[in-house]
């Protein structure tokens, strides 16, 4: 193995995308909450939900296709009680993202004592899982990369351009940002914010339970406890700072990904684990603090163009 190797071959390219797509199908759930105006700190537990009940309806009814529709019922279920408390009950979303969380947390490792008697890992020789439908597909260099590619994943890459054109270029989408933007205005204009939140969340819930089920039956073929690993947190962290933008989310979510597969091929050479787990995050944070700098000069030097104000301090 070269040094080249360690940091781009064919199988770093395929970990990337085993990595990336379940969190590109939770981001652009949170997405579009952040354009709603909706604060989706759920994000984890949607993710965790998807997991466990994907595996779950899988081990019992032999069919990957009837677990990920269970992960799917499963996110959404729980992203109505968070839009029922937060939007009829005026609960703080924050809070109540929070404690599904924790619940969510607690819940899937009690039910995977009670329902399967294992504690921490649960898998099985004959649980089924997602098909790779373009394993045996000969292609030079980007071969691995689409053999990762489940059924999920190229759902993950019709849904990019999708949702970029749901919320730019359709009446329905532009009603949506409008929610966000200015409530009270568009809701002066006789739309409904409440009723576009609550599909916001919902949309979230979805994503959330196919992203869970990608990552329990895509790669793999098993439920961890506390199988998602903060990955919600990731996904919340990329939007706060992104400013809710589709290519830092998407840039951002690559890089997580990238550095991941690097970390765990480099600790075949020797580097700390404990160094390699926090390769992601550290630069994922370093790819946001960049972009946030780079928007920041250029709305500087957009407020210093000729014929603009120049603002006094």
Same mark, same amino acid.
């Given at each position: 193995?070269?040094g080249?190797?360690?940091?781009?071959?064919?199988?770093?390219?395929?970990?990337v995308v085993?990595s990336?797509?379940?969190?590109?199908?939770?981001?652009l759930?949170g997405l579009?909450?952040?354009?709603?105006?909706?604060?989706n700190v759920a994000?984890? *537990?949607l993710? #965790?939900? &998807?997991?466990? /009940?994907?595996v779950a =309806?899988s %081990?019992w009814? $032999?069919?990957a296709a009837?677990?990920?529709?269970?992960?799917?019922?499963?996110?959404m279920a729980v992203?109505f009680?968070l839009?029922a408390?937060?939007?009829?009950r005026?609960?703080?979303?924050?809070?109540?993202?929070t404690?599904?969380?924790i619940v969510v947390?607690?819940?899937?490792?009690?039910l995977?004592?009670a329902l399967?008697h294992?504690r921490?890992?649960?898998?099985?020789?004959?649980?089924?899982?997602?098909?790779?439908?373009?394993?045996d597909v000969?292609?030079?260099?980007i071969?691995p990369?689409?053999?990762?590619l489940?059924?999920l994943g190229?759902?993950?890459l019709?849904?990019i351009?999708?949702?970029?054109?749901?919320?730019?270029?359709?009446?329905? *989408?532009?009603? #949506?940002? &409008?929610v966000? /933007?200015?409530?009270? =205005?568009a %809701?002066?204009l $006789?739309?409904?914010?409440d009723?576009?939140?609550f599909?916001?969340?919902?949309?979230?819930?979805?994503f959330?339970?196919?992203?869970?089920?990608?990552?329990?039956?895509?790669?793999?073929?098993?439920f961890?406890?506390n199988?998602s690993a903060?990955r919600?947190w990731?996904?919340?962290l990329?939007?706060l700072?992104g400013?809710?933008r589709l290519r830092?989310l998407?840039f951002a979510?690559?890089?997580y990904?990238?550095?991941q597969?690097?970390g765990?091929?480099?600790?075949?050479?020797?580097l700390?684990m404990q160094l390699s787990?926090?390769?992601?995050?550290?630069?994922?944070?370093?790819?946001?603090v960049?972009?946030?700098?780079?928007a920041?000069?250029?709305a500087r030097?957009?407020?210093?163009?000729?014929?603009?104000?120049?603002?006094?301090?």
């Amino acid at each position: 193995m070269t040094g080249l190797d360690l940091i781009v071959s064919p199988a770093i390219l395929g970990a990337v995308v085993r990595s990336v797509v379940p969190l590109i199908l939770l981001g652009l759930g949170g997405l579009i909450c952040q354009r709603a105006g909706v604060f989706n700190v759920a994000l984890e *537990g949607l993710m #965790l939900t &998807g997991c466990f /009940t994907a595996v779950a =309806a899988s %081990a019992w009814s $032999g069919s990957a296709a009837i677990g990920v529709f269970a992960a799917a019922a499963g996110g959404m279920a729980v992203a109505f009680v968070l839009a029922a408390g937060s939007l009829w009950r005026r609960g703080d979303p924050l809070v109540l993202g929070t404690a599904l969380n924790i619940v969510v947390a607690g819940l899937t490792t009690f039910l995977l004592q009670a329902l399967f008697h294992v504690r921490g890992t649960f898998q099985r020789p004959d649980l089924a899982r997602l098909p790779h439908w373009f394993a045996d597909v000969p292609l030079p260099w980007i071969g691995p990369a689409v053999a990762a590619l489940s059924p999920l994943g190229c759902l993950a890459l019709i849904a990019i351009p999708a949702v970029h054109v749901f919320l730019h270029h359709t009446v329905p *989408g532009m009603r #949506l940002r &409008g929610v966000g /933007t200015d409530a009270q =205005a568009a %809701a002066s204009l $006789g739309v409904r914010p409440d009723r576009y939140r609550f599909a916001a969340l919902l949309a979230a819930g979805l994503f959330g339970g196919l992203a869970g089920a990608e990552l329990s039956l895509g790669s793999v073929a098993l439920f961890t406890e506390n199988m998602s690993a903060g990955r919600g947190w990731v996904i919340v962290l990329v939007l706060l700072l992104g400013n809710g933008r589709l290519r830092a989310l998407l840039f951002a979510l690559v890089v997580y990904a990238y550095a991941q597969a690097v970390g765990f091929r480099l600790q075949t050479v020797g580097l700390p684990m404990q160094l390699s787990d926090a390769a992601p995050y550290l630069a994922t944070l370093a790819v946001l603090v960049w972009a946030g700098v780079r928007a920041r000069r250029a709305a500087r030097r957009a407020r210093t163009l000729p014929g603009r104000p120049i603002p006094v301090s």
